[in-house]
């Protein structure tokens, strides 16, 4: 197993941007399973201006291809982010505990590990996010359905906070022997309430 231990500087300014964004009902995008240059010139604008993120410039393709479905966005804070029509994405820089090229005799390193680090990256989710509306972990009875239906799925904790129009999801990866974990670590994501078209 190789691991990754980053400081949490970069997760404390993508949570604070992504609680800068009080209505995500302005973000999300039609439920459609539309793709290509147009669909994504409207993610581009609707989500500027309701987030006043960076878009990737246009230019930086040849192209916007007929099956693209989201596009890049630099925060305030310097995060790099990929907005889709249902959910938003932090992708780079990201900090914090991750493991890769695990084997079946890492399983149980790899969910101490997470244990172990899963308090800090909670405590600044709650720093800028406040209490979140469900917490648990995979040693709970029914906690795979416990938020929801299969929210819990493949996760070894789960946090989440509701706001207009999306839940901000917080959790890790649940490590495994059979299939086996290519990586495991503690992520975010913001789930949105697509529009109806």
Not at 57 to 72: F, K, S
Not at 129 to 150: I, K, L, N, Q, R
Not at 157 to 177: C, D, E, F, I, M
């Amino acid at each position: 197993m190789k691991t990754l231990d980053r400081p949490l500087d970069d997760d404390d300014r993508a949570m604070a941007d992504l609680a800068a964004v009080s209505d995500w009902t302005k973000v999300a995008g039609p439920d459609t399973d539309e793709t290509g240059r147009a669909m994504v010139l409207a993610l581009i604008d609707r989500v500027t201006a309701a987030t006043g993120w960076e878009p990737w410039p246009v230019e930086r393709t040849a192209a916007i291809d007929d099956v693209l479905d989201g596009w890049g966005f630099r925060s305030p804070g310097g995060i790099e982010i990929a907005v889709y029509n249902d959910q938003v994405l932090p992708v780079a820089p990201q900090g914090g505990w991750a493991a890769y090229d695990l084997s079946a005799e890492d399983i149980r390193a790899a969910e101490e590990a997470l244990d172990r680090n899963w308090p800090a990256k909670l405590q600044i989710a709650r720093k800028h996010w406040g209490e979140p509306a469900y917490v648990g972990t995979d040693s709970e009875p029914g906690f795979e359905d416990a938020w929801s239906t299969g929210a819990g799925l493949d996760k070894r904790h789960l946090a989440v906070w509701v706001r207009p129009g999306a839940q901000l999801h917080l959790y890790s990866n649940r490590p495994t022997k059979d299939p086996l974990s290519e990586s495991v670590g503690i992520n975010y994501t913001i789930y949105l309430d697509e529009e109806r078209a």
